[in-house]
């Protein structure tokens, strides 16, 4: 397996068709960094990936700028996990181990073995290739924001494809 350089060949893809260079993402202000205000082992630990996964039963993504999300129980079995995204082309090896792109099981080791406190009841999945920043920053953070928050999780971990 090679390493796909995403970034480069973005740029290299749009200065082939004429385009002017891709617009990434930057953020207006440093995010406010907040210390853990208790042990990790007593944290509970909240999850969201962008590599659009969703459970058996629920409706796959509609791939560009689907700014939707999944709500996934944590104890879903990994054989129920799918994966809808519009870079098909990094999803083979997420096939093969769903937990590359959404480490539910890991996840739940650590809990199991008391590293972490707990895991959310449950975890999100967003389908990362939603190019309008403008939509990023109003539609889909704040809705992941809230699910996060809803689950009254310590930290979250962000696990980006």
Sequence with gaps: MS?????????EKYSKLGYAPYGWHKTEETPPWAPLQKPLSDCKV?????AGTYAL????????DDTSHRVIPSNTP???LRFSHLTENYLPDTRRDANCAFPLEPLRK?????FIGSLAENVFSCMGAVYSKRRVDKEVAPTIYEALVKENVDLAYLVPL
């Design 3 to 11: 390493t796909v350089e995403y970034m480069r060949t973005i740029r």
């Design 46 to 50: 909240g999850m969201m990936s962008t």
């Design 57 to 64: 039963g629920q409706t796959a993504y509609f791939y560009k």
């Design 78 to 80: 990994v054989e129920n």
């Design 110 to 114: 650590l809990a199991h073995e008391g």
